[in-house]
Nanobody, 124 residues
Framework: QVQLVESGGGLVQAGGSLRLSCAAS????????VGWFRQAPGKEREFVTA????????FYADSVKGRFTVSSDNAKNTVYLQMNSLKPEDTAVYYC?????????????????WGQGTQVTVSS
């Protein structure tokens, strides 16, 4: 199994920044990519971004392009999500997840393991 732990969430004003971390442990060799998803109250879980552990490929939802940056640190088995210019509509619980695939990473079906989530709240 692969265990994932998110951290770095919190309360920030609109226009501010946060950096989320996703630390992976366990059988990480089974993980080829890590995705970030978010879920706001009453809404479905939606794709935010994904990165292969090599860092060679990254994918972003249109809603966060130019504001969010995903990166990976293989030595620390950690993926980061730098979120800038935050908006109230970014408020959600953010989850990281592990996938054995390198394409189609916007779909939740391709992810095998999920973290417990971290709350991000952006005030207006």
């Amino acid at each position: 199994q692969v265990q994932l732990v998110e951290s770095g969430g919190g309360l920030v004003q609109a226009g501010g920044s946060l950096r989320l971390s996703c630390a992976a442990s366990g059988r990480t060799f089974r993980s080829y990519a890590v995705g970030w998803f978010r879920q706001a109250p009453g809404k479905e879980r939606e794709f935010v971004t994904a990165i292969t552990w090599s860092g060679a490929s990254t994918f972003y939802a249109d809603s966060v392009k130019g504001r969010f940056t995903v990166s990976s640190d293989n030595a620390k088995n950690t993926v980061y999500l730098q979120m800038n210019s935050l908006k109230p509509e970014d408020t959600a619980v953010y989850y990281c997840a592990s996938s054995r695939w390198s394409t189609g990473l916007a779909g939740t079906d391709l992810y095998d393991y999920w973290g417990q989530g971290t709350q991000v709240t952006v005030s207006s």
